[in-house]
């Protein structure tokens, strides 16, 4: 049952648009996914609920708010989906790009190569950058539908949550390095610039 019902969930337009909009917000509520699919809330809750059985998607309880988020597994299924994207349209469409390491897009090579050398500050480093290449994805895609301020607003304005996690998660810890810091300052000034204009 298990593997014929994942194919079918793929095979059918709300689902996978589901997936693709929780790659697109990074960490989201089930409610965001509904408009973003444009489908009712119970549908969207059974289709997130059939991913997290399949190990696609987490759920994670801060107070009251529940978020749902993509697991490693999930993040391999939306490569994939690209892939698919890019086999049969011969490209992403604008918004789904995200920055190659190495690329002139790429946060990295704009610090000359340098990294944060211990493991802590590699995945908060990472953590940001997934983030920032988020934003800017968002933001790209908006920009090229021609979206009003409200609607920039409404797409951008949850990251600041995450950076206010990012920035608690940095403070328990007593050696940030510099370059991390300095990624996470800039990140936190481009989402308020973009949600500024």
Known sequence: MAKEYAEQLFLQEKPTLALLAIWSFQKTYASVITKEI?????????????MEEHGLVKFTMEGRVKYVELTDSGFKVVEALKNLIIALEGELPEGMEQAEEGSDDDPRSNRNGVLPDNKQDQDIYEKIKRLNDTIVSIYNELVTSGADTETVIRRLGPFKRDLKKIENIMREYQDIEDVTLEYFIETKDLLESLINQ
């Open 38 to 50: 444009n489908s009712t809330f119970a549908h969207t809750t059974k289709i997130l609920s059939k």
